[in-house]
C-alpha cells in the first residue's frame, strides 16, 4: 500500500481513530499500572484524543462521501492543532506552575463535569509540575502526546490536499 492509496480516505480515518484511542489506551495503562498520575492539561488531551477518534469513526463511517471526508479531516486538523497546542502549553508553561488550577484546561474540565463522569478517563490526580516528571523513553509524556498530534495533524492536512 502506497502513502497515496492511505491519503485517499477511509483507510486514513480507520487509523487516525485507532491511533488516538491507542493514545487514550496507552495514557490509561500508565496511569493504573505505573501510577503516572495525570493533570489537567494531561486529562484535557485525553478529551481531544478521543475527540479526534470520534470524527475520524464518524467519517470512516461515512464511507466514500466525499464531503463527509474533507468535512472529517478539517475537524481533525483543528483539533490535531488543538491538541500540539495542548502538549506545548503544557510542557513550556505548565509544567512551571506550582498549581494549574483554574487554568484553561481545569475550566474546561469542570464547566463539562467530565471528572465525576467518568473519574477513571478523567480524573486528575496530579499537579501540572508533579506530571512533568514522568518520562517514556526519556521524553515527557506532553512530547509523545504533541508528537501524535503533530503526526495526525500532517496526515490530515495532506490527506486534505489530495482531495482537492
Do not use: N
Not at 480515518?13 to 485507532?18: E, F, G, Q, T
Not at 498520575?37 to 463511517?61: D, E, N, S, T
Not at 467518568?118 to 526519556?138: D, N
Amino acid at each position: 500500500m502506497s502513502l497515496s492509496d492511505l491519503l485517499k480516505g477511509q483507510r486514513l480515518l480507520a487509523l487516525i481513530c485507532l491511533g488516538s484511542l491507542a493514545a487514550v489506551g496507552a495514557a490509561l495503562v500508565a496511569q493504573h499500572l505505573f501510577d503516572v498520575k495525570p493533570c489537567p492539561w494531561c486529562v484535557l488531551q485525553r478529551l481531544v484524543f478521543l475527540l479526534i477518534a470520534a470524527v475520524a469513526g464518524l467519517g470512516w463511517l461515512a464511507g466514500r462521501i466525499r464531503t463527509a471526508q474533507v468535512a472529517a479531516f478539517g475537524l481533525i486538523a483543528v483539533l490535531a492543532l488543538g491538541g500540539v497546542a495542548a502538549a506545548y502549553y503544557q510542557h513550556e508553561v505548565a509544567s512551571q506552575m506550582a498549581s494549574c488550577a483554574m487554568t484553561f484546561a481545569d475550566r474546561v474540565l469542570t464547566a463539562l463535569s467530565l471528572e465525576s463522569a467518568v473519574p477513571a478517563l478523567f480524573m486528575v490526580a496530579a499537579s501540572c509540575s508533579e506530571a512533568s516528571q514522568y518520562r517514556l523513553l526519556g521524553l515527557p509524556y506532553e512530547i509523545w502526546s504533541g508528537l501524535l498530534y503533530a503526526l495526525t495533524l500532517l496526515l490530515a492536512v495532506m490527506a486534505l490536499r489530495s482531495k482537492r
